[in-house]
């Protein structure tokens, strides 16, 4: 595994190193000593795994608030993905910035995602299906989410949109208002 910055402090794009031979290949997709330089005391509670049949489909920007903080490992399983992180960090220098990177199975990277950002991804094929391992449990009381099409956020979406949730649809959109995740 090899972690590279992004210009977003804490946000990861990881790199998995595949190993194979004849009999097909092994993945390391996540170990706590390689993922040391994300986050040192990294402990995963939680994955999930998720389908979405139709490419174009938005999904999120989600994110937990305090006390159900999370930091997220994803992963893109079949298909691709555009993949956003958010910056929503009080104090943060970079605080209101996203960052993108296609995952997709054939490039087999991932993304660490740290506590205090949202998160959304728009799928780029059909029958997109993604792993999200999390450092906590999902509680609905902490839940949050902002508006996919915000233009304060103004994220590049690559594709129309075909499919978004009510739920998805209904997030707040990110203005003055929004109070930043105490992290710490």
Request: glycine share 8%; aromatic share 8%.
């Amino acid at each position: 595994m090899k972690l590279h910055s992004t210009p977003l402090q804490g946000l990861w794009e990881v790199e998995t190193e595949p190993r194979g031979d004849a009999r097909g290949r092994l993945v390391r997709v996540s170990c706590v000593d390689e993922l040391a330089a994300a986050r040192a005391d990294l402990r995963f509670v939680q994955t999930n795994l998720t389908h979405t049949g139709q490419r174009g489909t938005v999904r999120g920007l989600h994110f937990q608030r305090a006390p159900a903080l999370e930091a997220k490992l994803i992963r893109c399983l079949h298909g691709r993905v555009f993949d956003v992180a958010v910056d929503l960090r009080a104090g943060s220098p970079t605080f209101g910035r996203w960052h993108a990177v296609e995952l997709s199975a054939d490039n087999e990277r991932q993304v660490f995602i740290p506590e205090g950002f949202a998160h959304g991804f728009q799928t780029l094929t059909d029958d997109v299906e993604m792993l999200y391992q999390h450092t906590a449990p999902y509680t609905p009381a902490c839940e949050g989410g902002l508006c996919h099409d915000d233009p304060r956020l103004a994220i590049a979406w690559p594709l129309p949109l075909t499919q978004i949730s009510a739920r998805d649809r209904a997030h707040p959109p990110f203005d003055a208002a929004f109070e930043p995740l105490q992290t710490l």
